[in-house]
């Protein structure tokens, strides 16, 4: 996930530069930065206990399951935030809500993958080199 942070961030900085510098614009690159950056987080922790899961450990299934919990009700939140957000009135903003609100969308169908991948946690717990 850490990955997808900086196409997101380049993309901020093009709509920084070329936005009307306005302070609805600038608080439009707030609000996106912390949004995504709330659901970014989350996905984070989830991602770090599948990786020691991965690495062969056993993890704290509860744990697991309250960190992917928070990372779908972030994911949700964020898109819901972006759908309310009256986008400043200039071309690039409203392609780049476009272009969050389709990561966004992305990332909540990620969440819903980690369901899954939790639930096997959940029954196969240390993983195996089989599972791996």
Same mark, same amino acid.
């Not at 920084?16 to 984070?44: H, K, P």
């Given at each position: 996930?850490?990955? /997808? +942070?900086?196409?997101?961030?380049?993309a +901020? *900085?093009?709509?920084l530069?070329a936005?009307?510098? $306005? %302070?609805?614009?600038?608080?439009y690159?707030?609000?996106? *930065? &912390?949004? $995504?950056?709330r659901?970014?987080?989350q996905? #984070? &922790?989830?991602?770090?206990?599948?990786?020691?899961?991965? &690495? #062969? %450990? $056993?993890?704290d299934?509860a744990?697991?399951?309250? &960190? !992917?919990?928070?990372?779908?009700?972030?994911s949700? /939140?964020?898109?819901a935030e972006l %759908?309310?957000y009256s986008?400043?009135?200039?071309? /690039?903003c409203?392609?780049m !809500? $476009? *272009?969050?609100?389709?990561y966004?969308? @992305?990332?909540i169908?990620?969440?819903?993958?980690y369901?899954?991948?939790?639930?096997y +946690?959940?029954?196969h @717990?240390p993983?195996?080199? #089989?599972?791996?």
């Amino acid at each position: 996930m850490k990955k /997808t +942070i900086l196409p997101i961030s380049i993309a +901020i *900085v093009f709509v920084l530069s070329a936005c009307v510098s $306005t %302070q609805a614009v600038a608080d439009y690159n707030d609000f996106i *930065v &912390e949004s $995504t950056d709330r659901m970014d987080m989350q996905c #984070g &922790e989830v991602a770090e206990i599948m990786g020691l899961w991965f &690495e #062969g %450990q $056993t993890v704290d299934v509860a744990a697991l399951e309250t &960190e !992917q919990n928070e990372f779908s009700a972030a994911s949700a /939140t964020c898109l819901a935030e972006l %759908q309310a957000y009256s986008v400043p009135n200039a071309d /690039t903003c409203k392609a780049m !809500q $476009t *272009v969050v609100l389709d990561y966004t969308n @992305n990332t909540i169908a990620l969440a819903k993958a980690y369901d899954e991948v939790v639930a096997y +946690i959940k029954d196969h @717990n240390p993983a195996t080199d #089989g599972d791996a």
